[in-house]
Nanobody, 124 residues
Framework: QVQLVESGGGLVQAGGSLRLSCAASGRPFSPYAMGWFRQAPGKERAVVASISRGGNTRYYGDSMKGRVTISRDNAKNTVHLQMDSLKPEDTAVYYC?????????????????WGQGTQVTVSS
């Protein structure tokens, strides 16, 4: 059974930084692309970033482009999301997700496996 466990969320002031991590287990990690999504109150879940299986291709959604970096460590079965210059509108639950394919994707329903989410709150 595939499990994804996020960590690193919390409360931060506007302009600050957070690094989210996601630990994967239950199947081989390196063959599959990974993604980070977020869902703010009253809004639909949306892509933040996606990374290919080897880490050489990255996709960033418009909402945080230029302020976020996705990376992965295939030896440790982890994917990270470095978030900088955070804004109050970045407040959301952030989810880690795993594809069945090797390429990046911004499409939510192309990710069959999801973590439980981690709350990020940015105060003004």
């Amino acid at each position: 059974q595939v499990q994804l466990v996020e960590s690193g969320g919390g409360l931060v002031q506007a302009g600050g930084s957070l690094r989210l991590s996601c630990a994967a287990s239950g199947r081989p990690f390196s063959p599959y692309a990974m993604g980070w999504f977020r869902q703010a109150p009253g809004k639909e879940r949306a892509v933040v970033a996606s990374i290919s299986r080897g880490g050489n291709t990255r996709y960033y959604g418009d909402s945080m482009k230029g302020r976020v970096t996705i990376s992965r460590d295939n030896a440790k079965n982890t994917v990270h999301l470095q978030m900088d210059s955070l804004k109050p509108e970045d407040t959301a639950v952030y989810y880690c997700a795993s594809r069945d394919g090797y390429a990046t994707s911004a499409v939510e329903n192309e990710y069959p496996y999801w973590g439980q989410g981690t709350q990020v709150t940015v105060s003004s």
